[in-house]
């Protein structure tokens, strides 16, 4: 098992930047492949970005890349998701996930088998 708790949402101006952070227990954390998820209100939850185990190669969703940087700490056990240049579409529940199974695309949540409860990002205009 993997216990995921997601922090760093809050309020931010359209432009403006927020880090996210995802501290992990349980199993060990390095050997989880991590990723990035956010749900807007009345969408799907839609892939932001992943990291993987081996050499911590990333891998973003065409709309954030650029301005969002994912990363990991192996030593922390922590996940981070560095954002700028947000805009107010942005706005969104983000939630990490630890992927160990290997299996399935990335950008599916299917591939995750571990999810944080989430945490709030408002961008306002």
């Known amino acids: 098992q993997v216990q995921l708790v997601e922090s760093g949402g809050g309020l931010v101006q359209a432009g403006g930047s927020l880090r996210l952070s995802c501290a992990a227990s349980g199993r060990t954390f390095s050997t989880y492949g991590m990723g990035w998820f956010r749900q807007a209100p009345g969408k799907e939850r839609e892939f932001v970005a992943d990291?993987?185990?081996?050499?911590?190669?990333?891998y973003y969703a065409g709309s954030v890349k650029g301005r969002f940087t994912i990363s990991r700490d192996n030593a922390k056990n922590t996940l981070y998701l560095q954002m700028n240049s947000l805009i107010p579409e942005e706005t969104a529940v983000y939630y990490c996930?630890?992927?160990?199974?290997?299996?399935?695309?990335?950008?599916?949540?299917?591939?995750?088998?571990?999810w944080g409860q989430g945490t709030q990002v408002t961008v306002s205009s």
């Open positions: 990291i993987s185990v081996i050499a911590g190669r990333t």
């Open positions: 996930a630890a992927r160990g199974r290997g299996i399935g695309s990335v950008v599916t949540q299917e591939a995750y088998d571990y």
